[in-house]
């Protein structure tokens, strides 16, 4: 019994080792991830890392710490914002809009401080200031500017942002600022799918970001991929030991702080001016909005002699790009029916170049957003382009109105199947319900055979709509039924194209399951839920046979989504098709690792092997799943549970411990061989 005692305490120590370790590589690689660019190690190793501390921390809760990297998806829902006094102030900026007023601060500051001036010249990216304070190196609290004197408390939200170290390479304590964004890709990506499901789109990136940090629920703020760029510190960097903003940029970049590397030091206010008309050229190419430039007084002994006003530091100014906006007339407003019968508003322009690039058509969201903007048909308009892509109609030029202008309104009916339309509770759009509508049919059939769905190749857009016209396919069941004859007889359809159209037909029938749950296209089933699902239920008719309770009891699967699948496989139409597709000889179970696999006999079979020490030939997260897939278990940790210990080059404690406890140990080679052999 003592011995025991003394093993469970031995493994007690030796988990926290192994907690500690875990976080420090895990930050280690995900600071080499997200905010150097340079990833250590394959996404694959970064992850089984991942899963390993998580799963440590499932069995022993107490060993989660408030800065695990684990911390960063956030679980808990904040029940409303504390409040942050700052403790300096989080100050504004007082604006320059053309060369002569940089000119002119540029001759105040230099009467207040001498020739000897020297500026740094920064990105004003787009976003919202955010302040966060570590404590002895630890992440403890993270907040908005609020009003400047206070702020809320958004430290979950905010440790969900992966350029946000929760631990920093020094034992500092220190304050600093930078700016809360969300990239253009990543913004637009959201838009996408806020205007598919009927949510009111974000106006552009830094409401998007903004909107993401004040949700309640970290989870929200988790999954919409911020990122952060560090600018400067409370109070100044002379405070650490620097002399000048550059070097604290420098040294907070070696704490492990993301900051912008584009800044650059000017020695003169031209040098400045030439800075703010390249990046005014160039903002377009960036992969985050910037809505400016800042400048600052670069050494903190000038800063502090030229002083503060009330609001702002007399040591900055930022520079505002002016927005670039056109005018041109808005001909028309069509409509169209997406895939789940939300009917999208587009504005016709008259073609238009902004931002780049010609501009004919821009999506207009819903119904309430042309009321609430009075856009009406033959205005002239203004537009830009949303975080410098996307193209938006910001408004009519109501003065230009000759009153020929005609007022829009959303039709009652779909516009392509004529079904009256409806309006989903809590959603700002309107759908066609009408599940035989063509036009969801035809998008449904378009993402049916999308890639990261059934992945056909030679079924694009163009054919999918030849096929639906020529009345060959009505469901995706029709397509496994299309003929050689019948496809040579459409249009622009040679006997190469229809060759390989049917053969990708034929091999999309060998797909995993999750392909075709995605496929499906079943309300609130992305391509991750559909993967959840698959592994989870492994056949189809399992997932189907499975009730509301059951599929809650699936930790990524909320309400919504559950709800979703039950009336989804609940419509008879729905029965018939998924019949009608096992009859053509789809695959309708999960191909990945599956228990049922999992052979009964080899080397593996029922043992718990623990891999140590650096292996050579074999990268080791495929040797852990190779080991997995003949029927082992992987653990991390040594103990008396453990049948096999791999030991790879410079093993360490876990081999001394496995010849201690006398546990069978191979080396790299030999584990090779047994691969091999299962062959
Ligand atoms: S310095 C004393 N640097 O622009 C003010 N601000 O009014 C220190 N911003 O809301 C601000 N990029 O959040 C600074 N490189 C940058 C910035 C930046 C964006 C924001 C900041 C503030 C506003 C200035």
Known sequence: MTDKGWDLKLDRIELEKKVQQLHQT????????????????????????????????????????????????????????????????????????????????????????????SYICELKIDGLAISLRYKEGKFVQGSTRGDGKVGEDITSNLKTIRTIPLVLKENTTIEVRGEAYMPKKSFLALNLGRDESGEEPFANPRNAAAGSLRQLDPKIAASRNLAIFIYGVGGDGSLYGQDSHSDSLDHLRTLGFETNEERQRCATIEEVIDYVTTWTEKRSSLAYEIDGI?????????????????????????????????????????????????????????????????????????????????????????????????????????????????????????????????????????????????????????????????????????????????????????????????????????????????????????????????????????????????????????????????????????????????TYFSNEDVVNVLTKLESYGLNLSYKGLRRQDTPTNGPFVGKTVVLTGKLTVLNRNDAKSEIEALGGKVSGSVSKKTDLVIAGEEAGSKLAKAEELGIEIWDEEMLINALKEKE
């Open 26 to 117: 895990l930050n280690q690689y995900g600071h080499a991830y997200y905010v150097l660019d340079k990833p250590d190690v394959p996404d694959s190793v970064y992850d089984s890392m991942m899963q390993e501390l998580l799963a440590i921390e499932a069995q022993y809760p107490d060993l989660i710490l408030p800065d695990s990297p684990t911390q960063r998806v956030g679980g808990e829902v904040l029940s409303g914002f504390g409040k942050v006094v700052h403790d300096y102030p989080m100050l504004s900026l007082s604006n320059a809009f053309n060369n002569e007023d940089l000119r002119e601060f540029d001759r105040r500051a230099r009467e207040a401080v001498g020739e000897q001036l």
């Open 294 to 566: 800042v400048i600052k007084v670069d050494r903190y002994e000038d800063q502090e002699q030229l002083g503060y006003t009330a609001k702002s530091p007399k040591w900055a100014i930022a520079y505002k790009f002016p927005a670039e906006e056109v005018m041109t007339t808005l001909v028309d407003i069509e409509l169209s029916v997406g895939r789940t019968g939300v009917v999208t508003p587009t504005a016709i322009l008259e073609p238009v170049r902004v931002a780049g690039s010609t501009v004919g058509r821009a999506s207009l969201h819903n119904e309430d957003l042309i009321k609430e903007k009075d856009i009406r048909i033959g205005d002239t308009v203004t537009i830009r382009k949303a975080g410098d892509i996307i193209p938006e109609v910001i408004g009519p030029v109501v003065e230009q109105r000759i009153g020929i202008e005609v007022p829009f309104s959303m039709p009652t009916n779909c516009p392509v199947c004529d079904s009256e339309l409806i309006r989903i509770e809590g959603e700002v759009a309107l759908r066609c319900v009408n599940p035989q509508c063509p036009a969801q049919m035809k998008e449904a059939l378009i993402h049916f055979v999308s890639r990261n769905a059934m992945n056909i190749e030679g079924l694009g857009e163009r054919v999918v709509d030849q096929l639906y016209t020529a009345g060959l396919v009505h469901d995706v069941a029709d397509l496994y039924t299309l003929t050689e004859e019948q496809l040579l007889a459409l249009e622009r359809m040679g006997k190469k194209s229809v060759a390989n159209l049917l053969n990708g037909i034929e091999l999309s029938k060998e797909n995993s399951l999750e392909k075709l749950l995605f496929g499906l296209g079943i309300r609130h089933v992305g391509e991750k839920a559909a993967s959840i699902l698959a592994e989870e239920f492994e056949t189809l008719s399992a997932l189907m046979d499975a009730n509301l309770e059951r599929l809650l009891t699936i930790h990524e699967i909320g309400e919504k989504v559950a709800d979703s699948i039950i």
